[in-house]
């Protein structure tokens, strides 16, 4: 063979072999490259799920292993002094929709729509939004009760069967829920008040003691495995709710809103208030405001009648003050009830400024000049007192402060100290004006003197209760000596006179003895900026019996239109009313004879206007109406007001209401009607 032929075949040979190895590394290289590019993009994607989304990636392992179960112990219950349920927690249900498990939201919704009785396109447009949000529960139907849950459960019933205890229809489930229930509807409704959706106290007790009443909320943390099997379960719970007893009967409780209601109705009042204390306790037995609302009705409620006027209202008390002005002149042993003073002519005047009873009724005792409510009487009085010790009284009679009920948005009143006092203030706060108070705080003004001169906080709370054991009683209301025993009693002895002869005939009552001091102000119109002759402040408050006083009662009416309109006539039989019915009903002895008649006597009045600008309309010239002081000194009076704000059932104690109508078995039976006095017909 030629020596070129096989050189060049010696360097084919070579050049294969150098080719084959140059593409098996090309290939290895390739490999390589590969598998250095997926190593390095699962690095990379290791560091960025480690590093970049290590809270998410921990959450989402958290919400698939552990399992968060939140649910809230019923609100605490609020009884009555006597055991009855005046509000209660109960159970509901409520149907919501998981969007996200709906396939079919039109479907869905129109079967929604036909079984809870709303629009079929108002269910879908909640759907879609929730669907397009991501979000999983949507309401569709909150507190319903067991039939109607059980009724829509029935109309929602389709082939896809799901598991027990939830609607018949892929996406839709139940809730258990609870919600605020008033078996007596407006009865004490400002006393009790009411809570919002979430369980959160508004008003009245259900606001003050909030804190107490809060159901627990139940939080269980549930270890699951990978087949969602529950092996591990972590329980935390707050503190147990509390319940609380109030100090208001619901028997006496309903007998003073029925006569006050009727009372404001026939008289064409803008607003009523009463209130009964045991001055011996302090504790309130009933407190009441016409108009008032329903708290199972929360569409129903509105400024006008949710306001607590007891202890939030401030107005000038008008003749009822002078309970004060003559309450310190015993004290200071500068009158007797037998001692004698001269009105006059009828006439005073006090810093340029007049002061007119209805005519001179001469020389007369002090129990006789308060009984006819003399103010030229009561201003001479005051004037003896003299602004320090005047002002030394209002103090320990509790006005400029709030009473410590415990209610939310109490107002303290008004008063002024003396440094800030006109030259004809004394005068005109001797008789009721230029001073503001509550309707609680003069009742608990004259419960001090019903009391034997010993003031004892009002309260309205009598005990707290857990799980039906009492756990506090410690709501022991402060206790102050404020005028001597012979004051206390002198004082009454001229109540007692006021209701047998003088302007407050109409609260005598049938077998029992009784005293007080009527009041009728004129109020100060804000948009005239002027004494109006035609809106007044009447009031009565009173005690029974006289000598040895069993409650304190009083009665204010807000501008009464129809029939007299002076405290004597509007107010009074209000007292008369209650407490004949009361009384009784607390085991009172009587003292006093049945089917009592008063001789029918003209009513005297207590004043007349004393700006002779300012007269009385003709058919209330025999009413018993107040003088009013210059106006100016007034105004700050009327505009400062205190604007401060505004469980399971127990078996052996309570039964679940099964309608929100009154209870025709809470309802106290009526009793016989006494025979009226000639004088209140």
């Known amino acids: 063979m030629h020596p070129f032929g096989n050189n060049m075949a010696k360097r084919k040979v070579k050049s294969k072999a150098r080719s084959s190895r140059q593409v098996a590394f090309t290939r290895f290289m390739f ?16 560091v960025h799920l480690q590093v970049n989304q290590h809270e998410w990636l921990a959450k989402k392992a958290s919400d698939q292993r552990q399992n968060l179960v939140r649910s809230r112990l019923p609100r605490g219950t609020i009884y009555d002094r006597n055991g009855r349920a005046l509000a209660m927690s109960v159970k509901v249900n409520t149907l919501y929709a998981n969007p996200m498990e709906i396939d079919d939201l039109a479907s869905a919704a129109k079967a929604v729509g036909k079984a809870v009785g709303v629009k079929e396109n108002d269910v879908l447009r909640q759907l879609r939004a929730a669907k397009e949000d991501g979000r999983k529960y949507v309401p569709l139907a909150k507190g319903l009760d067991t039939l109607a849950a059980e009724r829509i459960n029935l109309a929602l019933e389709t082939p896809n069967l799901k598991k027990a205890g939830t609607p018949k229809f892929a996406g839709l489930y139940w809730r258990d829920e609870q919600k605020r229930s008033y078996p007596h509807q407006s009865l004490a409704a400002h006393i009790v008040g009411f809570s919002n959706a ?6 009245g007790i259900e606001q003050s003691q909030n804190e107490l009443l809060y159901g627990a909320v139940i939080r269980k943390e549930q270890e699951r495995d990978r087949l969602g099997r529950v092996y591990d379960e972590t329980v935390f719970e707050q503190e147990e709710p509390s319940d609380v007893v109030l100090t208001i009967s619901t028997s006496m409780q309903y007998k003073v809103e029925e006569a006050l209601q009727k009372a404001v109705v026939a008289s064409g009042a803008k607003s009523g208030m009463a209130v009964v204390i045991d001055q011996k306790t302090g504790e309130i037995l009933a407190m009441a405001n016409y108009p008032t609302f329903d708290p199972n009705s929360l569409k129903g409620i509105s400024k006008d009648n949710l306001t607590d006027r007891v202890i939030q209202s401030v107005y000038s008390p008008g003749s009822v003050f002078k309970l004060v002005t003559y309450g310190s002149a015993l004290e200071k042993k500068l009158i007797t009830p037998e001692g004698m003073i001269d009105a006059g002519n009828g006439t005073i005047e006090v810093a340029k400024h007049k002061f007119r009873d209805s005519h001179g009724i001469g020389s007369v005792t002090y129990a006789k000049a308060l009984a006819h409510s003399s103010n030229v009487c009561a201003i001479k009085t005051g004037m003896r007192v003299g602004k320090d010790d005047f002002y030394s009284m209002l103090q320990k009679l509790g006005f400029g402060r709030r009473t410590g009920v415990e209610l939310p948005a109490e107002s303290p009143g008004i008063v002024r100290s003396p440094a800030k006092w006109n030259g004809d203030s004394l005068a005109s706060m001797s008789i009721g004006y230029e001073i503001g108070v509550s309707a609680l705080q003069m009742v608990s ?7 034997d001169g010993v003031k004892i906080q009002p309260h309205i709370i009598k005990e707290i209760q857990k799980s039906g054991a009492v756990v506090n009683t410690g709501y022991q209301p402060d206790t102050t000596r404020v005028v001597s ?16 002869s003088g302007t407050g005939r109409r609260a005598q009552l049938d077998g029992y003895s009784s005293a007080g001091k009527t009041g009728t102000a004129w109020k100060f119109d804000e948009v005239t900026k002027k004494v109006s002759s035609s809106k007044y402040i009447s009031s009565f408050i009173g005690m029974a019996p006289a000598e040895n006083p069993a409650v304190t009662i009083g009665v204010v009416m807000d501008e009464p239109k129809i029939g007299g309109r002076d405290g004597g006539v509007v107010a009074a039989p209000v007292f008369k009313e209650i407490a004949e019915q009361i009384l009784p009903e607390l085991g009172v002895s009587r003292d006093g004879p049945m089917d009592n008649k008063t001789a029918a006597v003209e009513e005297i009045p207590e004043a007349v206007p004393a700006d002779p600008g300012l007269k009385a309309p003709a058919e209330d010239r025999n009413s018993t109406v107040d003088p009013q002081p210059r106006v100016e000194s007034n105004t700050d009076l009327v505009k400062r007001v205190d604007k401060s704000s505004v469980s399971p059932n127990k078996k052996d104690r309570d039964e679940q209401p099964k309608a929100v109508s009154r209870p025709k078995a809470t309802e106290p039976a009526k009793q016989k009607a006494p025979t ?6």
Do not use: C, H, P, Y
Request: no cysteine; proline share 0%; charged share 20%.
């Open 676 to 681: 009226k006095n000639k004088s209140s017909t």
């Open 485 to 500: 025993v012979e004051t206390a009693r002198d004082l009454r002895k001229m109540l007692r006179e006021v209701v047998l």
């Open 31 to 46: 490999v390589v490259a590969v598998f250095v590019l997926w190593i390095g993009g699962i690095s990379v994607r290791l």
């Open 198 to 203: 979430d369980g959160v106290g508004q008003a």
């Open 445 to 451: 003004a004259f419960a001090t003197i019903a009391n």
